[in-house]
T-cell receptor, first 114, second 113 residues
Framework: EPEVTQTPSHQVTQMGQEVILRCVPI?????FYWYRQILGQKVEFLVSFYNNEISEKSEIFDDQFSVERPDGSNFTLKIRSTKLEDSAMYFCASRGTVFGTEAFFGQGTRLTVV | GDSVTQMEGPVTLSEEAFLTINCTYT??????LFWYVQYPGEGLQLLLK?????DKGSNKGFEATYRKETTSFHLEKGSVQVSDSAVYFC????????????FGTGTQLKVEL
């Protein structure tokens, strides 16, 4: 069964460092998403991506964040200068069609900023 | 804005007990509603969904009915198993456009023998 794959499963980084979280969405899917969940809080939408550009982003997704689909298979989330409050579980998701409502999620990357 | 409220966990039940996890939503319009489940060490998986009022979603013995009048989508299962231990997330989405999901906080379920 096709699945969304995220790497690494756990990343520890120093405050101020850049991190790149990687995702391989389901092939032939067209819509890509990043969500995050701070421990004990809601799963929050960060950004959606379609046709090689951001289609929607939340207020969380400020200038420190960026997304890329560099090679037609990977979908990355970059945090330029990490802060302690960026510590969270980050989920990647993909969806196939415009009217398909089901999103398929990866297993998540736990980011710990120290 | 749109929001989802779930009952707080953890919920601890004995095997074969009846499960209810409450979920209510606030939204302008009529969203589609979902329950996602996260088993330990895994990603979010779609458990069931309902796309319009009075629809009942069901899967693996779990059910939820889209109640427009009470803006609710409570998850139920008649007899839980240890293997149902997981975190359950209620979510809504508006079809078309970006289709971003709005999630609740998640409810952890622990089922004991």
């Amino acid at each position: 069964e096709p699945e969304v794959t995220q790497t690494p499963s756990h990343q520890v980084t120093q405050m101020g460092q850049e991190v790149i979280l990687r995702c391989v969405p389901i092939s032939n899917h067209l819509y890509f998403y990043w969500y995050r969940q701070i421990l004990g809080q809601k799963v929050e939408f960060l950004v959606s991506f379609y046709n090689n550009e951001i289609s929607e982003k939340s207020e969380i997704f400020d200038d420190q964040f960026s997304v890329e689909r560099p090679d037609g298979s990977n979908f990355t989330l970059k945090i330029r200068s990490t802060k302690l409050e960026d510590s969270a579980m980050y989920f990647c998701a993909s969806r196939g069609t415009v009217f398909g409502t089901e999103a398929f999620f990866g297993q998540g990357t736990r980011l710990t900023v120290v | 804005g749109d929001s989802v409220t779930q009952m707080e966990g953890p919920v601890t039940l004995s095997e074969e007990a009846f499960l209810t996890i409450n979920c209510t939503y606030t939204a302008t319009g009529y969203p589609s509603l979902f329950w996602y489940v996260q088993y330990p060490g895994e990603g979010l998986q779609l458990l069931l969904k309902a796309t319009k009022a009075d629809d009942k979603g069901s899967n693996k013995g779990f059910e939820a009915t889209y109640r427009k009048e009470t803006t609710s989508f409570h998850l139920e299962k008649g007899s839980v198993q240890v293997s149902d231990s997981a975190v359950y997330f209620c979510a809504l989405v508006f079809t078309g456009g970006g289709n971003k999901l709005t999630f609740g906080t998640g409810t952890q379920l622990k089922v004991e023998l």
